[in-house]
Structures are given as structure tokens and as C-alpha cells.
């Protein structure tokens, strides 16, 4: 190879280079996003006849099909009618998810709580999980696990939203690792219809003997309770437009904390007037 040749070459390696460190974009990492015309991907587990079902509802802000979980009357507090979920491929760090939720005009709330949703640590699936949930009829978010003395949580948010029944909302949700493990240093962000209800940067998910490494496991599971108390009438709650990522959901509430490298679209140009010593 001539000189002149081999000192070109050189400077189309440290191109490469250059092109290669480019800061990429955060809003990416969509894991899942689904409307529910169908489960698609999504495992389904009825507890009872009709527990979960795909279902038409023309009020939805993304119908006409949504995910409805019935509970019949006489129904008792402690379970849930189905599970729905979705489990990622690896354990992440981080973790961002968006769905719409609606419980009918006469929902009746559980004295202690109604749950929505379950993000679990894997690989265990048992360490540790964060809830959302009514409190009293409040919405929470709740941390807790087998691993926690007693069952106790090792965080859960004050009330601060109540939904009203018969009503769509978005909701958002961020959550991000404490490290290291049993460090109270994990951040929790919650935003109904884009305004935050919940901002914590104090969350111990795994305790320092956790064997789990990460977010993984997502499941709609609407458990009615608290034990105790039964459904005096038929009862459903749905749900719509989940999407779960591992980076910020395009046009939704942006985090607190920014942890998403820059945005760049641009180009760098070709190195000019750089000198390469020939060998």
C-alpha cells in the first residue's frame, strides 16, 4: 500500500471512530405497545369464567377494543379475576410504562384496596415488586416483597389522587434501581393525564441480600383488596394503550432527573485538515 494511500485510510478509521461515539437518542427501547385489538404477546391467566376478555368501549381515547377484567357479584376480597402480562426479555435498570385505565360508573371500592398493576425483579419474581393501587380510594404506589420483613413495604407514596369512577385517565409511571442494593436511592415518578402525583427519590426496591437483578416482569392483576369484603354487584375495570420501554415514551411527561444522554440528529463532518504521519 503507497503512503498516501495508508495515510487515507487512517483518516477514514478515525471517521469511523468519531461515528461510532455519537451520543444516540434516549426515546427508544419501546418493549411493547398494544391497544389490545387482540393479546398479542401478552400471557393471559383467568381465574374465573370471563375473568379477562378483549372488549369493545368506544369511550376509550384509543378504542374501539380494550382490556376488561370482570368481577362478578359475590366476588371476594384477596383475588383478582385474571392476570395479564407481559415479561421483557432481560432484567433493565429502568423502566417507563403509559396505559389508560377506567373503572365502571359504579365500581365499589375495596375498604383497604384495589390494585391495578405489578412491575416484579427477576429473576426470582419474588424479591421485590411495586404495586399501583387505590388506597381507601386514593391512588399509591407501593414497594414491597416476600424478601421484607413480614411482608411490610419498603416504600408506598401518600395518597393523592382519587379517580372518579365511569372515567378514562392516563396514567405514567417511571421507576428507576436503587444502587447499590439496600441503598434508599431508587426513583419512583407517577403522572396522571401528564400531571405528577408521585415524585420519590428514596425507593429501596432490592435489599443489599437480593439475588435479583432488575426490572422485568409487568402484569395488569387487579386484585380486589385486602381480604374481607365481597362485590354486592357486578363490577369490571379496563384498561387501554400500554406501552412499556426502557427509555422515555415519546410525548409523555418528560422525568426529573434527566438520565437520557442528549438528543443529536446531526452529523459530524469529515475530519478536515488533519496531518497523519505515514509509518
Given at each position: 500500500?503507497?503512503?498516501?494511500?495508508?495515510?487515507?485510510?487512517?483518516v477514514?478509521?478515525?471517521?469511523?471512530v468519531?461515528?461510532c461515539n455519537?451520543?444516540?437518542?434516549?426515546?427508544?427501547?419501546?418493549?411493547?405497545?398494544t391497544?389490545?385489538d387482540s393479546?398479542?404477546?401478552?400471557?393471559?391467566?383467568?381465574?374465573?369464567?370471563?375473568?379477562?376478555?378483549?372488549?369493545?368501549?368506544?369511550?376509550s381515547?384509543?378504542?374501539?377494543n380494550?382490556?376488561?377484567?370482570?368481577?362478578?357479584?359475590?366476588?371476594?376480597?384477596g383475588?383478582?379475576?385474571?392476570?395479564?402480562?407481559f415479561?421483557i426479555?432481560?432484567?433493565?435498570?429502568?423502566?417507563?410504562v403509559q396505559?389508560?385505565?377506567?373503572?365502571?360508573?359504579?365500581?365499589?371500592?375495596?375498604p383497604v384496596?384495589?390494585?391495578?398493576?405489578y412491575?416484579?425483579t427477576?429473576?426470582?419474581?419474588?424479591d421485590?415488586?411495586?404495586a399501583i393501587?387505590t388506597?381507601?380510594?386514593s391512588?399509591?404506589?407501593?414497594v414491597?416483597g416476600?424478601?421484607?420483613p413480614?411482608?411490610?413495604?419498603s416504600?408506598?407514596?401518600?395518597p393523592?389522587?382519587?379517580?372518579?369512577r365511569?372515567?378514562?385517565?392516563?396514567l405514567?409511571?417511571h421507576?428507576?434501581m436503587?444502587?447499590?442494593r439496600?441503598t434508599?436511592?431508587?426513583?419512583?415518578?407517577?403522572w396522571?393525564?401528564?400531571?405528577?402525583?408521585?415524585?420519590?427519590t428514596?425507593v429501596?426496591?432490592?435489599?443489599?441480600?437480593s439475588?435479583?437483578?432488575?426490572?422485568?416482569?409487568?402484569n395488569?392483576?387487579?386484585?380486589?383488596?385486602?381480604a374481607?369484603?365481597q362485590?354486592?354487584h357486578?363490577?369490571?375495570?379496563?384498561?387501554?394503550k400500554?406501552?412499556?420501554?426502557?427509555?422515555?415514551?415519546?410525548g409523555?411527561?418528560?422525568?426529573d432527573?434527566v438520565?437520557d444522554?442528549p438528543i443529536?440528529d446531526?452529523?459530524?463532518s469529515?475530519?478536515?485538515?488533519?496531518t497523519?504521519?505515514g509509518?
Amino acid at each position: 500500500m503507497k503512503k498516501n494511500e495508508w495515510s487515507k485510510l487512517k483518516v477514514f478509521l478515525l471517521f469511523i471512530v468519531i461515528l461510532c461515539n455519537i451520543p444516540t437518542s434516549g426515546y427508544g427501547g419501546e418493549l411493547v405497545n398494544t391497544n389490545f385489538d387482540s393479546f398479542g404477546d401478552w400471557f393471559q391467566k383467568n381465574w374465573i369464567d370471563d375473568g379477562s376478555s378483549i372488549s369493545v368501549d368506544s369511550t376509550s381515547p384509543d378504542p374501539p377494543n380494550v382490556l376488561k377484567f370482570y368481577f362478578p357479584s359475590g366476588y371476594l376480597g384477596g383475588n383478582t379475576p385474571a392476570t395479564v402480562g407481559f415479561k421483557i426479555p432481560n432484567p433493565v435498570q429502568e423502566y417507563y410504562v403509559q396505559y389508560y385505565f377506567k373503572y365502571s360508573s359504579n365500581w365499589e371500592f375495596h375498604p383497604v384496596a384495589d390494585k391495578q398493576m405489578y412491575i416484579y425483579t427477576e429473576p426470582s419474581h419474588s424479591d421485590s415488586h411495586c404495586a399501583i393501587m387505590t388506597h381507601w380510594g386514593s391512588l399509591v404506589f407501593s414497594v414491597g416483597g416476600p424478601s421484607y420483613p413480614d411482608g411490610s413495604r419498603s416504600f408506598k407514596s401518600n395518597p393523592s389522587f382519587t379517580p372518579e369512577r365511569g372515567r378514562w385517565y392516563k396514567l405514567n409511571i417511571h421507576v428507576k434501581m436503587n444502587s447499590p442494593r439496600g441503598t434508599a436511592n431508587g426513583i419512583a415518578e407517577m403522572w396522571i393525564d401528564d400531571v405528577k402525583i408521585i415524585n420519590a427519590t428514596n425507593v429501596m426496591y432490592l435489599l443489599s441480600n437480593s439475588s435479583d437483578s432488575g426490572f422485568q416482569s409487568f402484569n395488569f392483576s387487579p386484585v380486589y383488596g385486602g381480604a374481607g369484603s365481597q362485590k354486592s354487584h357486578d363490577d369490571y375495570v379496563y384498561f387501554d394503550k400500554a406501552i412499556i420501554s426502557t427509555s422515555h415514551i415519546s410525548g409523555s411527561p418528560l422525568p426529573d432527573k434527566v438520565i437520557d444522554p442528549p438528543i443529536t440528529d446531526k452529523v459530524p463532518s469529515f475530519p478536515q485538515g488533519l496531518t497523519i504521519q505515514g509509518q
